[in-house]
């Protein structure tokens, strides 16, 4: 059998950007799988608010108030895990940053905003969480990436170009972490509904947006699936969109 239900229960989460939209979603199904979570984000009282949601369920969950862009933040993530649950699992890399700009308005200031949060900061959590990721000999990243990681759309020069950076040291740490079995996947929504597709893209219609709790399915399934088969990256389109664009 390929999948199994409490496969993830008792293990251990990072799941960075975890105060709103998808992140919160991840955050809420992985607890509902029994799975222990350290969350990250720079709200204080959001932070709280998924400790409580989460903590229904009987997992273990601690929250770390932090900038993801700050470079000392994944250090202090990796000793808050090995502190609380000397361990880790499954990393989630899911903060993100994003506007719409036309790419000749773009500025140095703006491309390093969006290259730091959304390439460069889970870059170095990554680098960070390998070696407690080996010591779990089944562990696997996530990383949360866009339809734009793959195609380019208009107003989203910067953005699109964050998130290819993230798809192509996605590539390598899969084929680099293979050896110690652990499985590095790509998710790639379109417009998912959040704070950030209302300011991106308020022209979709509400009701055709894909929902935060259908991408935290398809992480939860990722994290389940430890068959023969490896998957790569999973590309989720909008249900109004065209398949295969
Ligand atoms: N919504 C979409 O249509 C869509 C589509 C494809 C991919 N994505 C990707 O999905 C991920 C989640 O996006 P979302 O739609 O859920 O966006 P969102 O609602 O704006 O949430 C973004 C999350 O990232 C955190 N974050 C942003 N900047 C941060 C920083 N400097 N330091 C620490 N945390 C930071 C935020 O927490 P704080 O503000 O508390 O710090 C928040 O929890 C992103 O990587 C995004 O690029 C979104």
């Known amino acids: 059998m390929l999948q199994k239900s409490d496969q993830l229960k008792g293990k251990v989460a990072l799941v960075t950007g975890a105060t709103r939209g998808i992140g919160k979603a991840i955050a809420i199904r992985l607890a509902s799988k029994g799975v222990n979570l350290l969350i990250t984000g720079r709200s204080v009282d959001k932070l709280c608010e998924i400790c409580n949601l989460a903590g229904k369920y ?13 470079p000392d933040t994944p250090a202090m993530l990796m000793e ?10 499954y990393l989630i890399n899911n903060a993100g940053a994003a506007f719409a700009k036309p790419f000749e308005n773009t500025t140095p200031e703006d491309w390093d905003y969006l290259m730091n949060v959304n390439a460069k900061a889970p870059y170095f959590v990554c680098r960070e969480a390998i070696p407690l990721l080996k010591e779990s000999q089944s562990g696997s990243i996530v990383n949360i990436s866009s339809v734009v990681g ?15 950076a993230l798809m192509g040291f996605t590539k390598v740490l899969a ?4 050896p110690y079995n652990i499985r590095v996947h790509a998710v790639a929504p379109g417009g998912v509904a959040t704070e950030m597709i209302d300011r991106m893209r ?15 399915e398809v992480v939860d399934f990722l994290l389940n699936f ?11 389109r909008r249900v109004s969109g065209v398949p295969w664009q």
């Open 58 to 70: 009987e997992v273990k969950i601690h929250s770390l108030v932090a900038d993801i862009k700050d």
């Open 80 to 89: 808050d895990l090995r502190y609380h649950f000397g361990k880790l699992d």
């Open 150 to 164: 793959r195609l380019g759309y208009e107003m989203q020069s910067a953005y699109s170009a964050s998130k290819h």
């Open 175 to 178: 084929k680099e972490l293979k």
């Open 202 to 216: 308020p022209d979709i219609l509400p009701e055709e947006l894909i929902q935060p709790e259908e991408v935290a």
């Open 226 to 236: 430890r068959g023969n088969a490896i998957i790569d990256q999973i590309n989720l």
